[in-house]
């Protein structure tokens, strides 16, 4: 089946720094991706849709300025966390639509923020 | 809004039949999704049903879907140690390409 690849899988960082997360689908081409943030023992919430050559569509209650995401290739979907704190620590998650009917996720990047 | 609801707990016994419960409230939703989270790692997609499907069968996963009530079940024949994990269900937005998930199920497999 398809593979989307997330890179790096753990990631500390100091409160105050940036931290860029990536997301590749590795054998199919992705327009759109999507970014999903996971607290320990929750469910997975969505925060925004990647679209590649326009801007990401955020949903309500995320901040834009502080979640960067760039679409730069049909392979390619980048979420910064800008000016990290604590309480950003979670479990980034990021998906593409395959087929019509098929999300993959990728694998999760663990972000500890210091 | 959209939500989706899954009981959190579910303990069964090594060879006995597990089935995990989920209610939705989007009657617009296209496809109905069930994963797998193991501890640690990311989701892996089970299976799905297409929205005008009442059942689907894929070797040891039953899929039932009631549209009307709006309740979505998967069964897992002959649970395994292997198949602890968290379970989730997610329902699609219409055609957005966006998945609204339940809270997860954790299933515990006894020996």
């Known amino acids: 089946g398809a593979v989307v690849s997330q890179h790096p899988s753990r990631v500390i960082c100091k409160s105050g720094t940036s931290v860029k997360i990536e997301c590749r689908s590795l054998?199919?081409?992705?327009?759109?991706m999507f970014w999903y943030r996971q607290f320990p023992k929750q469910s997975l919430m969505l925060m925004a849709t990647s679209n590649e050559g326009s801007k990401a569509t955020y949903e309500q209650g995320v901040e834009k300025d502080k979640f960067l995401i760039n679409h730069a290739s049909l392979t390619l979907s980048t979420l910064t966390v800008t000016s990290a704190h604590p309480e950003d620590s979670s479990f980034y998650i990021c998906?593409?639509?395959?087929?019509?009917?098929?999300?993959?996720f990728g694998p999760g990047t663990r972000l500890t923020v210091t | 809004g959209e939500d989706v609801e899954q009981s959190l707990f579910l303990s069964v016994r090594e060879g006995d039949s597990s089935v995990i419960n989920c209610t939705y409230t989007?009657?617009?939703?296209?496809?109905l999704y069930w994963y797998k989270q193991e501890p640690g790692a990311g989701l892996q997609l089970l299976t799905y049903?297409?929205?005008?499907?009442d059942m689907k069968q894929d070797q040891r996963l039953t899929v039932l879907l009631n549209k009307k009530d709006k309740h979505l079940s998967l069964r897992i024949a002959d649970t395994q140690t292997g198949d602890s994990a968290i379970y989730f269900c997610?329902?699609?937005?219409?055609?957005?390409?966006?998945?609204?998930f339940g809270q997860g199920t954790t299933l515990q497999v006894k020996p």
């Open positions: 998906s593409a639509p395959g087929r019509q009917y098929e999300q993959y």
């Open positions: 989007d009657s617009s939703s296209t496809y």
């Open positions: 049903i297409f929205s005008n499907m």
């Open positions: 997610a329902e699609s937005m219409g055609n957005t390409g966006k998945l609204i």
């Open positions: 054998d199919f081409q992705a327009t759109t």
